[in-house]
């Protein structure tokens, strides 16, 4: 038997936690866009207390692990609410590689004769902040030599789509936030 757990609002005050034994959670269904280059998670929670409705909110915190290993991060996107005896909460969430859209590049950012994985490396190091993603494993050796390439003022998602063209890595934000 498949087991499942789901934290919404992971380590925080607020933090629920569902599990296949309390029966409030019904429809899990995880995708993974190639073309948008991160994951999607949608379910059904079942509100029957009646207290948890309120603490979930748009860019509530979500954790999906099936079977003990972390199978989606990210945070609820869309939320609609039905009250019909008990209080049911369709949930839409998008994976955590979906914050590179909020990284921009300056206008300014070339890079020649480098590999891959250290172009990304940089533009990590350069353009977020300290503690938003780990990065430390990334070898920058990995990947394959790229002799020049130019981002002008573009999201650090849509560079590494670039980066993809050239290695066919796909780089994601994955458990605990690591790239």
Known sequence: MTEYEILINPREATEIVVTQDTKNVEDILIKQSKQQSYQTAEFVFID???????N????????????????FEGFVSNKQTQFAGDIIL????TGRTFELERYMTSSTSSYATM??????YDLLDTYTTLGDFGYADIDTNDGVTVQAISFDSETLGTCFRK???FDGYNYYVGNRRRV
């Open 48 to 54: 029957k207390d009646k207290v948890h409705y309120n």
């Open 56 to 71: 979930i909110t748009i860019g509530s915190g979500i954790e999906i692990t099936i079977d003990s290993e972390l199978e």
């Open 90 to 93: 369709q949930l839409q969430c």
């Open 115 to 120: 590999k891959t994985a250290a172009i990304a």
């Open 163 to 165: 980066l993809t063209e």
